[in-house]
């Protein structure tokens, strides 16, 4: 499921929020743009255009961090750039449970610390804006999936 039984949101929560929250016009970026080690879907909406980046790997490797960088043509600079992300630290209650020792059971204040800690936030994200040309970076680890509204 999507959220435990302690009713703590899973990361695969916060994924499926990112994309109801995305702009409801597709913006088609060709076949090859899911087929790669990073895949980019993007979206224009009334809040602006949204990018999601994942990175999928099914056998959860270990590897390196890949980067990305998104570039899009756009006729003045934005007024923000912000990120939602699902990563190692963000968004990942499992991780701040074993922090905790992997308590069989979870207490009030437990719970509401893991939700507190692991809840998934918008940050303002660094971007250069170069005629014409918007670009974003970002570094995804395996299953990093990163929500970019461009303001």
């Given at each position: ?148 509204r461009i303001r």
């Amino acid at each position: 499921g999507m959220i435990s039984q302690n009713g703590i949101p899973k990361p695969v929560y916060y994924a499926m929020k990112m994309l109801a929250d995305a702009g409801n016009e597709r913006i088609d970026l060709g076949e090859d743009a899911t087929s790669g080690e990073i895949g980019a879907a993007a979206f224009k909406g009334s809040a602006g255009t949204d990018v999601l980046l994942f990175r999928q790997k099914m056998k959860n490797l270990d590897l390196p961090k890949k980067e990305a960088i998104v570039k899009l043509e756009m006729d003045k600079a934005p007024e923000s750039v912000t990120v939602r992300r699902v990563d190692e630290e963000h968004g990942n209650p499992l991780r701040i449970w074993e922090e905790m020792g992997k308590p069989v059971s979870l207490n009030k204040k437990e719970v509401e610390d893991i939700k507190a800690r692991s809840t998934v936030t918008e940050e303002p994200w660094p971007f250069t804006y170069e005629d014409g040309i918007l670009s974003v970076k970002a570094e995804l680890g395996v299953n990093d999936v990163y929500f970019i509204r461009i303001r």
